[in-house]
């Protein structure tokens, strides 16, 4: 009796591990593209996923949206793109690329921030002031964000002029490293400022909100890329990326939604 209960311990220690085994071969990695604006909010939203979804590994790629873009043309293996606009990810789904039509995850504002203490009551205008010679903006090329401060800046009726001021950054979250080092100010996605890191800097003081009403509303689009068809893994995290639960974490980063 004692053999035989020995055979039947092992075959249950083999069956579990058989298991294991099986469980580790259908836990897999979703591979997403992210626009810079969202690396601030993107670990909170991992977190909150991998409750749910605990052997799902979310590999995280950061860049402007252009670029990325072109990269994914290009094949690089992302298998969900959330962009900082919508014209990005049209073009994907457009060229057979993305096999979700593209739909609004979030909807983002951009902010002037400084490392001093400016005038803001002045405005976006304050950067015609002769004290502010370096200003730091988004690459208009590659990154949505970049294309609205621009825009702001010109339907503020700022002469062309300014564009002498200018430094260009790859990403928008470079910007705010410019913005806080080697420029005067800088154009940033809002939702940086609801970084921790972020606190020190106080509204009204080295950062205020651009009138909303200077800029086209920055839609942020989402797809999922041809190369996941039928992944269930990569269908769950954009599924969660439009939920309730992913519009809370939005919300609480200065994104607007709805």
Not at 31 to 38: C, E, G, P
Not at 71 to 89: E, L
Request: net charge neutral.
């Amino acid at each position: 009796m004692m053999k035989q209960s020995g055979i039947l311990l092992a075959g249950k220690k083999i069956i579990l591990g058989l298991m294991v085994l099986s469980s580790t071969m259908f836990a897999g990695q979703v591979n997403i593209a992210v626009a810079a604006n969202v690396s601030y909010v993107i670990n909170e939203l991992i977190a909150e996923f991998n409750k749910t979804n605990p052997d799902t590994q979310i590999q995280v790629t950061l860049g402007s949206s252009g670029k990325l873009t072109a990269q994914i043309k290009n094949g690089a293996p992302f298998n969900i793109f959330m962009s900082a606009d919508m014209k990005f990810p049209e073009s994907l789904y457009e060229e057979n690329i993305a096999i979700t039509k593209p739909v609004v995850y979030a909807q983002g504002a951009i902010a002037m921030l400084s490392s001093k203490e400016l005038d803001f009551k002045k405005g976006i205008d304050l950067i015609k002031d002769d004290s502010i010679s370096k200003i730091a903006i988004a690459n208009p090329k590659t990154a949505p964000y970049g294309t609205a401060a621009i825009e702001a800046i010109k339907n503020a009726k700022i002469p062309d002029s300014i564009e002498s001021k200018f430094v260009y950054a790859e990403s928008i979250s470079q910007v705010v490293t410019y913005a806080t080092t080697a420029a005067d100010v800088g154009f940033i996605a809002k939702s940086s400022l609801y970084d921790e890191k972020m606190s020190q800097y106080k509204e009204n003081i080295n950062w205020i909100s651009v009138d909303p009403t200077l800029y086209k509303p920055i839609k942020q689009g989402i797809v999922i890329i041809n190369n996941a068809k039928d992944n269930a893994e990569v269908k769950a995290f954009y599924d969660f990326i439009l939920s309730e639960k992913a519009k809370k974490i939005f919300v609480d980063y200065g994104y607007l939604v709805k």
